[in-house]
């Protein structure tokens, strides 16, 4: 007789054989359903940014873990670790001249374990790193960040500088994570420490968002206002969705690889 299947995976079975506007309309369904939940439970919503970091930094450990144990850089992304370290040094610039708070001692211990990876696989363990397979140029996301933060920055008091500062950190964290996508596209198969890698960072990414889109409703819209008027704080909001949504397909692979009991991911044609 045929084994049972678990709820969950008949769920997933279902789900995967949707039409993408239908998986699409559900995704928004759980986003939303999430959402909810999250405000229920969480009342103080500056939480959920300290949150993100945290998962960030979990992350992080893993990679420092996957580096330690196993001295190997197969399947990581180094352009994706260099974008990480610049948005977070132009953010801590920021954090510094304009509120410094907790999430800039945060940022400060994201960017010395960043720059920290970034050394062993430069150095340390040249010899495993992918480069044929890290071929995203990093100047398609960095000059297009640049323009737009010249364009569309916060309208506040801080000087034009810093402002532009701001932005451009802003938008360059959306999009960091594409060579490491792009990489994982190349190999379709990924390991379980690069895995829960990514997946620390939707979650950390959807924290994020969360506590924007919570902020905003909870203030009315007042906060986008005290962001400064124009494109600006749409912008801002735009961005975190963004950031969510890239990693969005790959987390819910990430969740069925899991479910099913297999330690090493494997991506279908298409994804990322």
């Given at each position: 007789m045929k084994a049972s299947k678990r709820p969950i995976q008949v769920v997933a079975t279902w789900v995967r054989r949707q039409p993408p506007k239908v998986k699409a309309f559900l995704a928004v369904i759980s986003g939303m359903t999430a959402l909810v939940?999250?405000?229920m439970v969480v009342h103080d919503h500056d939480n959920l940014f300290v949150a993100a970091e945290a998962v960030h930094a979990i992350g992080i450990s893993v990679l420092i873990y996957k580096?330690?144990?196993?001295?190997?850089?197969?399947?990581?992304?180094?352009?994706s670790q260099e974008l990480t370290a610049l948005f977070l040094a132009v953010r801590l610039y920021c954090s510094?001249?304009?509120?410094?708070?907790?999430?800039?001692?945060?940022?400060?211990a994201t960017l010395v374990t960043t720059?920290?990876?970034?050394?062993?696989?430069?150095?340390?363990l040249r010899s495993s790193y992918m480069e044929d397979k890290d071929n995203f140029a990093i100047y398609y996301v960095v000059i297009p960040c640049a323009?737009?933060?010249?364009?569309?920055?916060?309208?506040?008091?801080?000087?034009?500088f810093n402002r532009i500062f701001w932005a451009f950190c802003v938008y360059l964290e959306a999009v960091s994570?594409?060579?490491?996508?792009?990489?994982?596209?190349?190999?379709?198969?990924?390991?379980?420490?690069?895995a829960h890698y990514v997946f620390a960072l939707?979650?950390?990414?959807?924290?994020?968002?969360?506590?924007?889109?919570?902020q905003?409703?909870?203030?009315?819209?007042?906060?986008?206002?005290?962001?400064?008027?124009?494109?600006?704080?749409?912008?801002?909001?735009l961005s975190e969705i963004v950031q969510t949504f890239i990693l969005a397909d790959f987390c819910y692979y990430y969740v069925k690889s899991v479910v099913g009991g297999q330690l090493v991911l494997r991506l279908p044609s298409g994804v990322v």
């Open positions: 939940f999250l405000r580096l330690m144990k196993e001295k190997t850089c197969a399947g990581l992304s180094l352009k510094f001249v304009m509120e410094y708070d907790i999430h800039t001692l945060l940022d400060s720059l920290w990876v970034i050394y062993m696989i430069r150095f340390k323009v737009l933060s010249l364009l569309i920055h916060p309208s506040t008091h801080h000087h034009i994570v594409l060579p490491q996508l792009r990489v994982m596209q190349n190999t379709k198969i990924v390991e379980p420490f690069t939707g979650i950390a990414r959807f924290l994020s968002c969360a506590h924007w889109v919570l905003v409703l909870d203030t009315r819209g007042r906060l986008l206002t005290a962001l400064g008027y124009g494109l600006w704080p749409s912008m801002v909001l």
